[in-house]
């Protein structure tokens, strides 16, 4: 056994004859015995050399050894450290997947999504970027009207203020400018009937008409009605010779002073038609853009029951808790109307899709022909963020931001497309989800109801004064609320969704909530209705800074 385990030992070493193993190992049986004589030394010198080379041969190949196992020692070691770090990342990247922010626990058509810890500008913008400007498009105190006499007058204009409430509010803010370009008398603006809300509101219906004629007396002349000596009223409205149809859209001041003013001077009435976004913005003076600030953030002020109904509203929103609490504002773009005219996909059953698809052809048979070229136009609509946030999708971004689940929201929307069982994800995830007719009893907005326009109203100023105002899709509603929240100086937070980005983070599978998370976060910072500098052609109802804001 002895010497197995030796020759083991000395791996591929040559095994010695039997003389020599028994020369080998007498020495290592005799360690004990008394020396021999000098005249036995010749014979004993030779076994001990032999012990000794065999000794140190011995200890040499087990250092060998030992540094042998030792290097294999490590390498396994490494390989075993680098198969834990891959076992750990994969199933890291598993639970990343699994919790993609579409996947975010559903249970039946509710979604849980992880809470997200609350940032400190939840509610506000910070102070240090907001303090720079403020506004400066109010009336001149003291100045001196520039305005010629009643008599002197280049002749009267006359406009439709087409569309819903909104849109009727900008034409009426550009009516006033044109006039100013061509020292023209304003006759007051007629809202005309919408073909989607059905309404018939007149001016004096919803806009409290002194104040409007009185604030902007020092910068145009505005009649209440057609003057008496122009008898037959009727031909304004329908005959062609007193009409100007040809404004193209965003047309320059000098257009009007070159092309409709020879025509006002020879006519001395005119109306012009249509009349929606018929005035540009950086081509026309400072001073006009400043007057049609004026108008919309001073001079157009509802009537003062729609205002006072309006702060009652926003009184209850902050005390729906029993102590003051903030609140938000959601306009929620996804009526049956606006998801039809998107012409985007949404998720549905098979049903829902073939209905849509009968609604759109009825109502844009030219748009929708036989609807097989929509599907790849849907897909890249959505890619590019032009499709309406779904209520699902709102509820995900809200919670990526921080907010919590008792949130106070306020819902300014007409009739949801899919009804209960499509907003079940948003009011899940926020149940203090309320609408102006939850916040208030049947008889108190009874004497809104006989015009929609009033009720728009009450949405508008609700809006226009939360701590926070999230849009979902682009309109006139919007891009006035968040002008209008900038130009009272930034601090509100008006946040305006990435919906390119969005569109794709949700279309991810291999996308983690914590990513999400982040992306959205870093991406909306600067989304927040802050200052930000005007462009060529920037529209100045959603950012008025340069115009109608001066450096603090």
Known sequence: MAELRHSSSIGGRATPSPRKRDDVTSPLSSDNQPLHDDDDGGRDRYPRDRFRSLFSNHF??????????????KILLLLITVLVLAGIFSVYSVISRLNAPYLCKKDGITLHCPRVKEPPSLWENPLSTTTSWKPCAERRIGAISDLPEANETNGYIFIHAEGGLNQQRIAICNAVAVAKIMNATLILPVLKQDQIWKDQTKFEDIFDVDHF?????????????????????????????????????????QFYIDNVLPRIKEKKIMALKPFVDRLGYDNVPQEINRLRCRVNYHALKFLPEIDEMAEQLVARMRNRTGSPNPFMALHLRFEKGMVGLSFCDFVGTRAEKALMGLYRLKEWPRRFKDGSHLWPLAL?????????????????????????????????????????????????????????EELTTKDELDGFRKHV??????????????????????????????????????RQKSIKPDKGLLSKS?????????????????????????????????DIWENPLTPCMCKA
């Open 60 to 73: 040499q190949l087990l250092d060998d050894s030992a540094r042998f196992y030792s290097n294999n020692f």
């Open 213 to 253: 004629i009185d604030y902007l007396k020092d910068d145009v002349q505005i009649v209440r009605d057609i003057p008496s000596w122009f008898t037959d009223k009727s031909e304004l409205f329908t005959s062609i010779r007193r009409t100007v149809k040809n404004i193209p859209k965003y047309a320059p001041a």
């Open 380 to 436: 890249q609509k959505r890619k590019e963020g032009r499709c309406p946030l779904e209520p699902g999708e709102v509820a995900v971004m809200l919670r990526a931001m921080g907010y919590p689940k008792e949130t106070q929201i306020y819902v300014a929307s007409g009739q949801v497309y899919g009804g209960q069982n499509r907003m079940a994800p948003l009011r899940n995830m926020f149940p203090n989800l309320v609408t102006k």
């Open 453 to 490: 326009t009033s009720l728009a109203a009450l949405d508008f100023l609700v809006c226009l004064k939360s701590d926070v105002f999230v849009m979902t899709h682009g309109g006139n509603f919007a891009k006035l609320i968040i002008g209008a929240r900038r130009y009272m100086g930034h």
């Open 506 to 538: 949700l279309g991810d599978p291999y996308m983690g909530w914590a990513t999400f998370v982040e992306d959205v976060v870093m991406t909306h910072q600067t989304r927040t209705g802050l200052p930000e500098a005007t462009f060529p052609n920037y």
